[in-house]
T-cell receptor, first 113, second 112 residues
Framework: DAKTTQPTSMDCAEGRAANLPCNHSTISGNEYVYWYRQIHSQGPQYIIHGLKNNETNEMASLIITEDRKSSTLILPHATLRDTAVYYC??????????????FGGGTRVLVKP | GAGVSQSPSNKVTEKGKDVELRCDPISGHTALYWYRQRLGQGLEFLIYFQGNSAPDKSGLPSDRFSAERTGESVSTLTIQRTQQEDSAVYLCASNNVNEKLFFGSGTQLSVL
């Protein structure tokens, strides 16, 4: 699975949009981009995933560049409860074996009042 | 149950003792994973079970670590002769193949 690069940490203001970047320059054509987050003292939680097209759900939006070498997770109106570590992961969705997700260091996001 | 359940939530043990950590996955999920997370660190893959296939043990750090899974239900992670460096949160997750992972809240293991 391709490696990802994320900033170590970032702050954002409550009520504002939070834009979390992720670089995955070695991504393959059949690899998806997944985002999970981990709130303190909890297990990671799935947020969203996508292949080529931009995706939106009730939690966030995912913008993937045309060359697919980078993506941005957007939390449209950050709240204090969005303070967490956010993990960007790329992997093949339909693997016959080795279905594990490999988590990197993630971005520690602090939402400030 | 409604989610992935792990027990105990906290475990304190003495160096050299054996410990068993339990995971109850979401009913019907065929895949089960164990991860380890040391304080302030990312998640470290340990082992993966998928149906009746041979488990992927590639992440187990030493032969002191082992895991079993009964059918498509409960899994137990066993650490023998615990060391202080084994202190971490041990997270279990389950899913059906190619679907999102659901994680439990983890077991905080402290080895004194």
């Amino acid at each position: 699975d391709a490696k990802t690069t994320q900033p170590t940490s970032m702050d954002c203001a409550e009520g504002r949009a939070a834009n979390l970047p992720c670089n995955h320059s070695t991504i393959s054509g059949n690899e998806y981009v997944y985002w999970y987050r981990q709130i303190h003292s909890q297990g990671p939680q799935y947020i969203i995933h996508g292949l080529k097209n931009n995706e939106t759900n009730e939690m966030a939006s995912l913008i993937i560049t045309e060359d697919r070498k980078s993506s941005t997770l957007i939390l449209p109106h950050a709240t204090l409860r969005d303070t967490a570590v956010y993990y960007c992961i790329v992997r093949v969705a339909f693997k016959a074996a080795g279905n594990k997700l490999t988590f990197g260091g993630g971005t520690r996001v602090l939402v400030k009042p | 149950g409604a989610g992935v359940s792990q027990s105990p939530s906290n475990k304190v043990t003495e160096k050299g003792k054996d410990v068993e950590l339990r995971c109850d996955p979401i009913s019907g999920h065929t895949a089960l994973y164990w991860y380890r997370q040391r304080l302030g660190q990312g998640l470290e893959f340990l082992i993966y079970f998928q149906g009746n296939s041979a488990p992927d043990k590639s992440g187990l750090p030493s032969d002191r670590f082992s895991a079993e899974r009964t059918g498509e239900s409960v899994s137990t992670l066993t650490i023998q002769r615990t060391q202080q460096e084994d202190s971490a949160v041990y997270l279990c997750a389950s899913n059906n193949v190619n679907e999102k992972l659901f994680f439990g809240s983890g077991t905080q293991l402290s080895v004194l």
